[in-house]
């Protein structure tokens, strides 16, 4: 990948409202230029998609955690159907290590925390850690770092 396309993908990662136009400027490229530079790396996989970042406290879930689970015997398949209608968590991913899976959750309070870990015992071990402040976040990746 050209330091172009890399340049294109900074700015996006920035602010994906950007238009051809404004991308065109800072890269110098024409606006049609751009946007074929975008669809092709679209259509290659390296932009999955556009979307918006929540402020999660401004809507009324101001309680992140992440919260690993050490799955039971035979629970996994079944756990693993569910987690995608939890809808206090964010993200799941499987881990090596003691621990399964790893969820960073999002919930109103300490009960809904709460509330959360009582439906988790049923398939395994949870352990949360509550996040009290998250010094980096979402960090832009530059083509140095690749």
Not at 31 to 57: F, H, K, Q, T
Not at 102 to 109: L, P, T, W
Request: charged share 25%.
């Amino acid at each position: 990948m050209d330091k172009l396309n890399w340049s294109i993908l900074k700015l996006l990662q920035q602010n994906a409202r950007l238009s051809y136009v404004e991308i065109g400027r800072e890269v110098g490229l024409s606006a049609p230029a751009v946007a074929e530079r975008i669809s092709r790396m679209e259509e290659r996989g390296l932009i999955e998609r556009y979307r918006a970042e929540l402020n999660l406290a401004e809507i009324g879930l101001p309680l992140m955690a992440f919260v690993t689970l050490k799955v039971h015997s035979g629970k996994l398949n079944a756990f693993l159907a569910l987690v995608p209608y939890l809808s206090e968590v964010l993200e799941c991913h499987r881990v090596t290590g003691n621990e399964c899976l790893v969820m960073k959750c999002a919930m109103k309070s300490p009960l809904h925390l709460e509330e959360l870990i009582n439906k988790l015992m049923e398939y395994g071990e949870p352990t949360t850690s509550i996040i009290l402040s998250s010094p980096v976040k979402n960090k832009v990746l530059h083509n140095d770092e690749v």
